[in-house]
Nanobody, 123 residues
Framework: VQLQASGGGMVETGGSLRLSCTAS????????VGWFRQRPGKERAFVAA????????NYADSVKGRFTISRDNAKNTVYLQMNNLKPEDAAVYYC?????????????????WGQGTLVTVSS
């Protein structure tokens, strides 16, 4: 399984970005998907996840109401729409996948990881 995250970049405070995650060797319609982020010197932290059963989503409190996780099964792509970005959202963002139905915030739950995409938010 290979995951590829993209869509990072630089944005001003209050701006928006949409991250994408594509997969090879995995069908997102039958996989749970998560987004995590890591700031320099910090541990990787949970952002959002979506179960493959019922597409139930879970969000970190810090992003609720601003970020939305979604997927397009036809394109086998998962998105993270990020609105009203804040400087504290700046990080390397990673997508992750699991074949179990989960929205766990624990990194150990997720078995496949993509490379990160950098999000920079200027104040």
């Amino acid at each position: 399984v290979q995951l590829q995250a993209s869509g990072g970049g630089m944005v001003e405070t209050g701006g928006s970005l949409r991250l994408s995650c594509t997969a090879s060797g995995l069908t997102f319609s039958r996989a749970s998907v998560g987004w995590f982020r890591q700031r320099p010197g910090k541990e990787r932290a949970f952002v959002a996840a979506m179960r493959w059963i019922n597409s139930i989503a879970n969000y970190a409190d810090s992003v609720k109401g601003r970020f939305t996780i979604s997927r397009d099964n036809a394109k086998n792509t998962v998105y993270l729409q990020m609105n009203n970005l804040k400087p504290e959202d700046a990080a390397v963002y990673y997508c992750a996948a699991s074949t179990i139905s989960t929205t766990s915030p624990r990194t150990t739950t997720w078995t496949s990881w993509g490379q990160g995409t950098l999000v920079t938010v200027s104040s």
